[in-house]
């Protein structure tokens, strides 16, 4: 039985699909208490940024906006975790995100809390990204016990009436009186820093933060790109730390598609979700006696060569595989010594009980004629009861 199980396991474990391992990693309460209790515990096991782990780098902003919605709304975690730490789950190649009717009610919960904060319109446009639970083929999240109800529409501003011209032009009128009074306060606090001319696009990112995402005529949704906020940051970090303003964090997204001028199109909910990881694979064709061509020979060496799309894509595939082998190998080889011990193990105590049963006083294996006495009373195990063999006889009884 021992050894059915055990073949068994051994099956089992090389017949694990390694493709996905380390794809998924638990969200670190300590790092982000916000999202403790979400309803989900797992996210994708993202790329560190600089020294920091990606959970680390996003925790103070995921704090920040997690606390200031909560009071407005049961589903602001749930909306700001999935914003920043999605779901991940082994079934899934991509991100488990909301439901589109959990973000859109969020919005009209949070309404005033979310224009106060600029935040109003980006949540809006995210809403926009996700599916609904109305379509039978989604997969999506929806907190336990939530029910769905209807909300207000709500539009987003023009890009080329209203965002651009502000923010590359410096025109504020066409900005709605809210809008432009946040722009105002924010470029104000920025001064100090705008004054140092760390940056040539501060001014402009500024403006990008508190007026997009926007809705093109053609009806594409734009941001603010992440390389700009990453040339911002690079070149103001110091002045903005030294001047204690806040200022977002350039989350990784998704590949930018640029349409000039430091925006880009927001296609997919706004985290970049590790791609899976790609084994590649070189079929093998049969060779014939026959000396290929150098052609063929080409094609071959060009089939083995390096995908210079993907830096690093064969080492790390490689590196992959070559650690599950290790490991496999490793559990493998400590099975089977676990089982030689087992067996040991068994054969001894079995041979130990056979040899306590053999000595035991009486047992049939050392009865035999010869040491029978004449009167049939005795038996006699060995040589060394034979000297009382008479005295036995005596006996009313047979003695064993």
Not at 55 to 81: D, G, H
Not at 149 to 171: G, I, W, Y
Not at 215 to 233: F, I, K, P, Y
Request: net charge positive.
């Amino acid at each position: 039985m021992f050894l059915l199980f055990l073949v068994f396991s051994s099956v089992l474990f090389l017949a694990t699909d390694f493709t996905f391992a380390g794809k998924c990693l638990q969200i670190n309460s300590a790092v982000i208490p916000a999202c403790a209790n979400v309803g989900y515990t797992y996210t994708a096991n993202f790329t560190r940024i600089g020294q920091m782990s990606y959970q680390e780098y996003v925790s103070s902003e995921v704090t920040r906006f997690a606390n200031r919605f909560s009071s407005c709304s049961p589903l602001s975690k749930t909306i700001v975790c999935s914003r920043y730490v999605p779901k991940c789950s082994e079934r899934f190649e991509k991100p488990v995100l909301p439901c589109r009717e959990v973000c859109e009610q969020f919005v009209n919960d949070c309404d005033k809390d979310l224009k106060d904060s600029g935040l109003y319109k980006r949540y809006v446009a995210y809403c926009r990204l996700l599916l609904s639970e109305k379509d039978t083929t989604a997969i999506c999240l929806k907190p336990d016990g939530f029910i769905s109800r209807t909300t207000k529409e709500t539009t987003l501003p023009s890009c080329e009436t209203e965002s651009q011209p502000a923010c590359l032009e410096d025109n504020l009128s066409g900005l709605e009186n809210g809008t432009r009074t946040r722009l105002q306060n924010w470029l104000q606090s920025l001064e100090p820093v705008l004054n140092t001319s760390c940056s040539v696009n501060l001014r402009k990112f500024a403006c990008f933060i508190r007026t997009v995402p926007c809705v093109t005529d053609a009806g594409s949704l734009l941001d603010g790109c992440q390389s700009l906020c990453e040339e911002v940051r690079l070149n103001c970090g110091k002045d903005l730390k030294i001047h204690n303003v806040f200022f977002p964090q350039c989350i990784p997204n998704y590949p930018e598609v640029d349409v000039g001028s430091g925006l880009c199109s927001l296609t997919h909910w706004p985290v970049s979700w590790p791609p899976p990881a790609k084994i590649k694979q070189n079929p093998v064709t049969p060779r014939s006696p026959q000396v290929m061509s150098k052609a063929s020979d080409n094609q071959g060496e060009q089939n083995n060569l390096p995908d210079k799309s993907d830096p690093g894509g064969d080492k790390q595939t490689n590196s992959k595989s070559l650690s599950s082998g290790v490991l496999a190998a490793a559990v493998v080889g400590f099975l089977i010594v676990l089982f030689l011990v087992v067996l040991l193990l068994h054969l001894a105590i079995k041979k130990l009980r056979k040899n306590a049963k053999a000595h035991k006083r009486g047992s049939a294996k050392y009865v035999n004629d010869s040491n029978i006495s004449s009167n049939g009373k005795a038996v006699t195990i060995g040589t060394r009861n034979k000297g009382f063999e008479d005295q036995i006889g005596q006996s009313e009884n047979a003695l064993y």
